[in-house]
T-cell receptor, first 119, second 119 residues
């Protein structure tokens, strides 16, 4: 069975601070995908990143960076110099990677971390 | 390109009534998923369509839930009769998996959700 744990229910930071959102996962699959989604106040889930279990390279996209460590089953997300627009609920998710096609299947989500960035 | 759209955005019904939720996926996406988030808990998978066929309905809670995707385009999720524990946010997502030149595209794009309240 798959499981995703986001231990931080809520985080509050002041603008320009750096913040790291933790994600720990469990899976018996040998190949899998990890995802982060953002849910702003408008409600939709916005895709941020997909990471293949084969690839442990960290990734940076602007102020966002992701640290994938297979040895600790963690996929943490860091926002550098946070802004008020980063305020949202962030979800980490896990999916089996289908062997034949290399595509993802259904997602297993964590409970989400609510990030509040204030001025 | 239009994203995933869901109707209605909110619905308040009495216990025992019937409600039908609709999802219009991104045009051309064969995969359509339904998920549900009960207050404060994780987003949970309900079922997966590939075109008009149910690929995986292991997450459907009971036979009061009926999902259809006639013609492989939009999908409906009917709850009949609704119970109090059915309250939550119902998300729809779609994806079009493909692999080309070693690159895999498999992200699921979500709608804004339908908030269902059963009173």
């Amino acid at each position: 069975a798959q499981k995703v744990t986001q231990a931080q229910t809520e985080i509050s930071v002041v603008e320009k601070e750096d913040v790291t959102l933790d994600c720990v996962y469990e899976t018996r699959d040998t190949t899998y995908y990890l995802f982060w989604y953002k849910q702003p106040p408008s409600g939709e889930l916005v895709f941020l990143i997909r990471r293949n279990s084969f690839d442990e390279q960290n990734e940076i996209s602007g102020r966002y960076s992701w640290n994938f460590q297979k040895s600790t089953s963690s996929f943490n997300f860091t926002i550098t110099a946070s802004q008020v627009v980063d305020s949202a609920v962030y979800f980490c998710a896990l999916s089996e990677r289908r062997r034949r096609t290399g595509t993802a299947s259904k997602l297993t989500f964590g409970t989400g971390t609510r990030l509040q960035v204030t001025l | 390109e239009a994203g995933v759209t869901q109707f209605p955005s909110h619905s308040v019904i009495e216990k025992g009534q019937t409600v039908t939720l609709r999802c219009d996926p991104i045009s051309g996406h064969d995969n359509l998923y339904w998920y549900r988030r009960v207050m404060g808990k994780e987003i949970k998978f309900l079922l997966h369509f590939v075109k008009e066929s149910k690929q995986d309905e292991s997450g459907m809670p009971n036979n009061r839930f009926l999902a259809e995707r006639t013609g492989g385009t939009y999908s409906t999720l009917k709850v009949q009769p609704a119970e109090l524990e059915d309250s939550g946010v119902y998300f729809c997502a779609s994806s079009q998996d493909f692999s080309f030149g070693g690159k895999v595209n498999t992200e699921a794009f979500f709608g804004q959700g339908t908030r269902l309240t059963v009173v």
